[in-house]
């Protein structure tokens, strides 16, 4: 009887482990089951969001050069089907801009963080879309993938196009306006000069009537007028001569667009035809070193020195000094541009390169000026910084490439392969 009963207190016992076991389990398939549907609403969610998002959004594999899934207006903006992109590997719809494409992945990939750039895709038709894409990661099967996130920039590239022109001709009417006031001046003492002559002229003729000419005062004073104002025109004619040579050296007019150039007389153009706004106001000091001649986009970095030179000018409100440094650097041409005006405030010191920014007011430019400096010196591969202090002035270093018609060919050759 006791075995039996110790058999029967032991079944009991294991019943109830079991029951206990058996409750457990089941709690953790109610668990399981409510996370299953909480991940199943999220990625809902999430698909409704891709879906239905005014962006272009891909899955993409860089190990494999692979689009894995995209939603529809990836499909609208690249004029392809879904299997079609799904097909194809995601170089195909950046065929132009492979070296960025690669270094924009990788570091995606490495730093493990959101990254932004602006690349250009093709789509089925052939059209070139400008695109600004932000990327992070995202582990799909294991395995470190991309999603991108593509928005069409063609309206803002427009806009900004639009300002950059609007920029270009308000500095082309400051440029014409002081060139009209450089040549007025010349041209009003040849005026003057030509209308004393022809007095002179006259006076001779008259004197002449007389036999003893070489001893007449009058005769002799006549003469000298005459030889002071042929040096005036002279002058004058040459003045104009030089402002008409620094306006083509300006602009580059009749030459290529890349070429190998003179940095000191690209400045120097500059600085004659901001002659009219330095006057007596600013001193330059030009410390000129030993630069080699450079292949650069000569006409668009003379537009860069203008831009800085003229801002330079309006920061020297009575008198002043612009210092124009240069040297060269290793493999680098530098040049260096200081003024003694009131500086920059340092809450603004950072945004100066951005698009529209100004500090100037309503109506005073647009804002571009700078901002376009920046594209033209990244067009050369070179770098532009700013110093400045308030009361004390800025200086701004312009850093330029002496091998830039080889790193445009390494590039160049690069994207072919």
Same mark, same amino acid.
């Given at each position: ?9 032991? %079944? ?8 206990? =076991? ?10 399981? =089951? &409510?996370?299953? #549907? ?8 999430? &698909? ?12 993409? #594999?860089?190990?494999?050069? @692979? ?9 609208? %903006? ?5 299997? !079609? ?17 690669? *270094? ?16 250009? +895709? ?22 470190? +993938?991309? $999603?991108?996130?593509? &928005?069409?920039?063609? !309206? ?6 639009? %300002? ?34 022809? /007095? +002179?002229?006259? &006076?001779? !003729? ?23 104002? $042929? ?13 008409? @040579?620094? /306006? ?22 500059? /600085? ?17 070193? =030993? ?21 330079? $000018?309006?920061?020297?409100?009575? =008198? ?21 005006? @009131? ?16 500090? @100037? ?7 571009? *000026? %700078? ?26 270093? $312009?850093?330029?490439?002496?091998? /830039? ?13």
């Amino acid at each position: 009887m006791k075995n039996e009963t110790k058999t029967k207190e032991k %079944l009991i016992q294991e019943l109830e482990t079991l029951r206990a =076991k058996l409750a457990a389990f089941e709690k953790t398939e109610a668990e399981h =089951k &409510r996370t299953e #549907d909480k991940l199943r609403k999220s990625e809902e969610r999430f &698909r409704k969001i891709v879906e239905y998002s005014n962006d272009a959004i891909l899955i993409i #594999d860089p190990e494999r050069d @692979k689009i894995i899934d995209v939603n529809p207006r990836a499909c609208n %903006l690249f004029e392809y089907s879904r299997e !079609e992109l799904l097909s194809m590997p995601i170089t195909a719809i950046h065929p132009n801009e492979m070296p960025e494409l690669m *270094a924009f992945s990788k570091s995606v990939l490495e730093q493990g963080e959101g990254w932004t750039n602006e690349l250009s +895709c093709l789509t089925k038709s052939g059209k070139t879309l400008p695109t600004e894409i932000s990327a992070s990661v995202i582990e799909i099967d294991g395995r470190p +993938c991309m $999603i991108a996130l593509v &928005r069409d920039i063609t !309206e803002r590239k427009q806009a900004e196009a639009a %300002l950059r022109q609007s920029e270009k001709m308000a500095s082309l009417g400051n440029l014409v306006a002081g060139l009209a006031h450089e040549i007025n001046s010349p041209i009003g003492a040849i005026n003057s000069a030509a209308d004393t002559n022809n /007095l +002179c002229l006259k &006076r001779i !003729e008259n004197i002449v009537k007389n036999r003893d000419i070489t001893k007449n005062n009058d005769y002799q004073r006549a003469l000298n007028i005459l030889g002071d104002n $042929i040096q005036i025109t002279a002058n004058a004619g040459e003045r104009i001569a030089e402002i008409v @040579k620094s /306006l083509k050296n300006f602009a580059r007019l009749d030459e290529a667009e890349f070429q190998q150039s003179d940095i000191h007389e690209g400045i120097d153009s500059t /600085l004659t035809l901001l002659n009219r706004e330095l006057k007596e106001k600013v001193t330059v000091i030009r410390d000129y070193g =030993k630069i080699p001649k450079i292949f650069i986009y000569a006409g668009e970095l003379n537009q860069v020195f203008m831009n800085i030179l003229r801002n330079a $000018i309006q920061a020297i409100e009575n =008198k002043g000094t612009i210092k124009i440094r240069t040297f060269a650097e290793k493999n680098s041409v530098c040049i260096q541009i200081s003024d003694s005006g @009131k500086g920059i405030p340092p809450e603004n010191i950072n945004r100066i390169f951005d698009p529209g920014f100004t500090t @100037k007011g309503v109506g005073v430019g647009t804002g571009l *000026a %700078l901002s376009i400096c920046y594209q033209i010196i990244q067009k050369h591969m070179g770098e532009i910084s700013v110093e400045s202090q308030l009361g004390k002035g800025t200086t701004f270093t $312009i850093i330029l490439p002496m091998d /830039l018609d080889k790193l445009i060919g390494k590039e160049l050759e690069y994207k072919v392969k």
